[in-house]
């Protein structure tokens, strides 16, 4: 055991003096602390001025000179930010809401249908999107950011949906969108949403081209069909005068 | 030669107590309807819209729950606007029947202020209710 002390470093024992047991202690009579003691706590003790509302105007003044704010890098706001250009990029169309007050009783059942819809009804504020949209292509958005906003993240197939849900809370404005890469105003917007489905669109664009061709061959073929009607009138009218005359005969 | 003390005697306290100053004053009873008009993308929509969302609260609402408050978006770049229209009364005895703000020039608290000085002071007073005395009351009053 002896050469083990030797080989390893001894622990330095902790002199342990018990202070106080089961007393009370005294505050009513302290004792006057050493001098050294005291000069320490004279030297360490705050000193406040006099409180600024009672200042005259000509001390507080700053001579107009602005602290500069050093920006400090916050990496949850890159994160965030960061997050805020995932959306931006990956949905295709992204409506942007100027919001009055709104309890949260009111805005959930809208965030809620929103959502069934696969429309995401998210908040950003200033500073986060700026961020995000510094540099890119959306960075024009940041004009619209000066008050209370929230973003809609969603397809652009859902939009007739997402106006009809918003009726339901007016205190959401619809200001701006961007669908697919395109900045469009509220009527914009409102239009869009009213246009029929891409499938229609080009069924309608078939039945345009068709008719022309159609149209021709109906032309081409009128004088003829004209002609095969005369034949078939003339033809009932000769069949139904020989009935009569059958008739009379018998 | 000391020049005599002119002034407030407080310091103000900055412009968001000012305006909830003004906000407090806000009466809407000689109001019927408030319509916000503005575009967000034209160069001085903040005021008008931060205008928009302190007028649309609650507590102010309750002033006059029967005033909607309306906020419209235009796309043309016109300037935006504050349109306030009278109750048919108060417009008979003002013989104003609508305000428009046009706020393109103005900040925010100086929309509030304009609205208290056009609006809340057009505010029917409200006489207070006459409360019952009971038995004990009276025979207090009696004695005295």
């Known amino acids: 055991m002896s050469s083990l002390k030797k080989i390893l470093l001894e622990p330095r024992a902790c002199l342990v003096t018990a202070k106080r047991f089961r007393g009370k202690i005294n505050i009513q009579r302290p004792r006057l602390p050493h001098f050294e003691r005291q000069l320490l706590l004279d030297l360490s003790k705050p000193k406040y001025g006099p409180p600024k509302y009672t200042l005259p105007d000509f001390l507080l003044c700053d001579r107009g000179e602005k602290k500069n704010k050093t920006e400090i890098d916050n990496p949850f706001e890159r994160i965030l930010a960061r997050e805020c250009l995932e959306w931006f990029n990956t949905s295709k169309m992204i409506v942007f809401l100027h919001v009055n007050p709104i309890t949260m009783e009111d805005k959930t059942p809208v965030y809620a249908a929103l959502n069934k819809n696969k429309m995401y009804l998210r908040t950003y504020g200033k500073k986060i999107v700026s961020l995000a949209t510094k540099g890119t292509r959306y960075e024009v958005v940041n004009e619209l950011f000066t008050s209370h906003q929230n973003i809609i993240f969603g397809q652009p197939e859902n939009a007739a949906k997402m106006f009809k849900i918003l009726k339901k809370a007016p205190q959401l404005v619809v200001m701006a969108g961007v669908v697919q890469d395109r900045l469009l105003s509220k009527n914009e917007l409102l239009e869009f949403s009213q246009l029929p489905t891409l499938d229609l669109a080009r069924s309608k664009l078939c039945q345009v081209l068709d008719s022309a061709g159609s149209g021709l061959v109906s032309q081409l073929n009128r004088s003829q069909q004209i002609l095969v009607s005369h034949l078939d009138k003339h033809v009932e009218q000769q069949n139904s005068s020989i009935e009569k005359n059958e008739k009379q005969e018998s | ?144």
Do not use: W
Not at chain 2, 1 to 25: D, E, F
Not at chain 2, 54 to 59: N, Q, V
């Open chain 2, 1 to 144: 030669m000391s020049i005599p003390y002119s002034g407030t005697i407080r310091r103000s306290k900055g412009v968001v107590s000012a305006i909830g100053k003004q906000l407090k004053a806000v009466n809407l009873k000689a109001a019927k309807k408030i319509t916000i008009k503005f575009d967000p993308f034209g160069e001085n929509a903040t005021h008008t819209r931060n205008f928009a969302h302190y007028i649309s609260a609650p507590k102010i609402a309750i002033t006059n729950p029967n005033c909607s408050v309306k906020t419209e978006v235009l796309c043309d770049r016109s300037e935006p606007t504050v349109e306030i229209t009278l109750l048919p009364a108060i417009a008979a005895t003002a013989k104003i029947q609508k305000v428009t703000l046009r706020s393109e020039n103005l900040t925010c608290l100086e929309i509030l202020q304009l609205l208290n000085k056009h609006i809340s002071s057009l505010a029917p007073v409200e006489l207070p209710p006459t409360t019952l005395q009971t038995k004990s009351d009276k025979k207090k009053t009696k004695t005295k």
